[in-house]
């Protein structure tokens, strides 16, 4: 379950998330039937329903991406967002953004390729340099050398690189709030933990009573 409270839809009462609803939802209350067209459960919606105004912002912030002023190839733009969405490990935008990828035409061996792109032979040199530029905004922070904005500006305009930029951390974010309130697909344990020694084992330094450095 979310971590903070779902709305249920008897108590929306914003015009703009109640569209979305029906859009998503038909007749349905997703925090008692969940589950949309693409199989998430939905609760994104549910739980951004919290504050109306925020949910505008965010949804305002999906037609940005989608408007077609946009100068990007719509390909490009998918390959950045999904490329985030693994690495700041959001099950729910990476799944989301293969599915686009696909859609797009985009063969399920490049979209399989995504997590290992460095080794793989299966993108152009345009594709590699944006997994590059995504790499520096969602691995490295932004810390971006300046090689790699002028291999992309081989390829894209100025304009063009601030959409890439722009959308990229916008689904960053997206990824690291879903982990983090574990919507969605992200409604999950964390799989680092401790694994539990054998028993009799002791707490101690694990090296205590081994080889001295000398022996080493």
């Known amino acids: 379950m979310p971590l903070l409270r779902q709305v249920p839809r008897a108590e929306i009462q ?11 939802f038909g007749d349905r209350d997703p925090t008692k039937e969940p589950g949309t ?11 951004f329903a ?5 949910f505008k912002h965010c949804v305002q912030g999906f037609a940005v ?10 390909v490009l733009r998918e390959l950045g967002q999904t490329r985030a969405g693994w690495v700041k490990q959001a ?15 985009v063969s399920d061996e490049k979209i399989a390729a ?7 032979d299966v993108f152009d040199e345009k594709e590699r340099a944006v997994l590059a530029y995504a790499d ?9 050398p300046k090689e790699v904005i002028d291999k992309l500006k081989t390829f894209l305009s100025d304009e063009e690189i601030l959409e890439l930029t722009y959308i990229t951390c916008l689904y960053d974010m997206h990824a690291i709030m879903v982990r983090a309130l574990r919507l969605e697909f992200d409604d999950r344990e964390d799989p680092i933990t401790e694994v539990e020694a ?3 084992f002791e707490a101690a330094d694990f090296l205590s009573g081994g080889p001295s450095r000398k022996d080493a």
């Not at 914003?14 to 998503?24: A, D, G, S, V």
């Not at 919290?50 to 925020?54: A, G, K, Q, R």
């Open 65 to 74: 991406y989608r408007n077609p002023d946009r100068k990007l190839d719509p």
């Open 136 to 144: 520096c905004l969602s691995a490295h922070g932004g810390r971006t």
């Open 37 to 47: 067209a693409t199989g998430t459960p939905g609760d994104w919606w549910s739980v």
């Open 114 to 120: 995504i997590p290992h792109w460095q080794v793989s």
């Open 50 to 54: 919290l504050s109306p105004d925020i």
């Open 14 to 24: 914003n015009e703009l998330i109640e569209r979305y609803m029906k859009f998503l």
């Open 91 to 105: 099950q729910f935008v990476f799944s989301q953004h293969c599915k686009s990828l696909r859609g797009m035409g």
């Open 198 to 200: 054998p028993e009799g």
